[in-house]
T-cell receptor, first 115, second 114 residues
Framework: AQSVTQLDSQVPVFEEAPVELRCNYSSSVSVYLFWYVQYPNQGLQLLLKYLSGSTLVKGINGFEAEFNKSQTSFHLRKPSVHISDTAEYFCAVSDYGGATNKLIFGTGTLLAVQP | DVKVTQSSRYLVKRTGEKVFLECVQDMDHENMFWYRQDPGLGLRLIYFSYDVKMKEKGDIPEGYSVSREKKERFSLILESASTNQTSMYLC?????????????FGEGSRLTVL
């Protein structure tokens, strides 16, 4: 079965600084990878996804992620964060088992942007 | 846009009560899912359904049941609520067979069991 590791439970950063949120997954086969964002008291919203093709994926709100197959990583980056980026970020990998694909989620990283 | 609607955003129930959490999606998706979210544990899959009247257990099905009588509606049932079921519950849907697994989420239902 697939698994996802987000090593950082919380990442504090100052406004306008760059940030990287780390994600590693366990798989030796082709996978689909996702980053979701959750603002306080809301559901999860898709930030970006890697299905195939270019390993650099661009998403909403200026975020991007790079798929690295050899390191089984899918780290999320933003060159300059805003206060409004404060949220919890979840990495997920698809896992086909039985009737359909399911997503396996990491435990989340809280991005705390300080003025 | 896909819209997934959870009927209750906040609920407070007493131990032993029966609780229904309702979820409706409007994009004709085949698959529907119920997750619970707890701090430090991420999202854990309770049950999912890939067709009407079909259901499969996820990672933590104990204490829960589900119902899918219509394609657009997926209900989560707590037969006898307990305090350790206090949590955020998230409903999601996905396209169906051969999809990528991409999920579309509702706003969540925060349940407190006293």
């Amino acid at each position: 079965a697939q698994s996802v590791t987000q090593l950082d439970s919380q990442v504090p950063v100052f406004e306008e600084a760059p940030v990287e949120l780390r994600c590693n997954y366990s798989s030796s086969v082709s996978v689909y990878l996702f980053w979701y964002v959750q603002y306080p008291n809301q559901g999860l919203q898709l930030l970006l996804k890697y299905l195939s093709g270019s390993t650099l994926v661009k998403g909403i709100n200026g975020f991007e992620a790079e798929f690295n197959k050899s390191q089984t990583s899918f780290h999320l980056r933003k060159p300059s964060v805003h206060i409004s980026d404060t949220a919890e970020y979840f990495c997920a990998v698809s896992d086909y088992g039985g009737a359909t694909n399911k997503l396996i989620f990491g435990t989340g990283t809280l991005l705390a942007v300080q003025p | 846009d896909v819209k997934v609607t959870q009927s209750s955003r906040y609920l407070v129930k007493r131990t032993g009560e029966k609780v229904f959490l309702e979820c409706v999606q409007d994009m004709d998706h085949e698959n529907m899912f119920w997750y619970r979210q707890d701090p430090g544990l991420g999202l854990r899959l309770i049950y999912f359904s890939y067709d009407v009247k079909m259901k499969e257990k996820g990672d933590i099905p104990e204490g829960y049941s589900v119902s899918r009588e219509k394609k657009e509606r997926f209900s989560l049932i707590l037969e006898s609520a307990s305090t350790n079921q206090t949590s955020m519950y998230l409903c999601a849907s996905s396209l169906g067979l051969e999809d990528t697994g991409e999920l579309f989420f509702g706003e969540g239902s925060r349940l407190t069991v006293l």
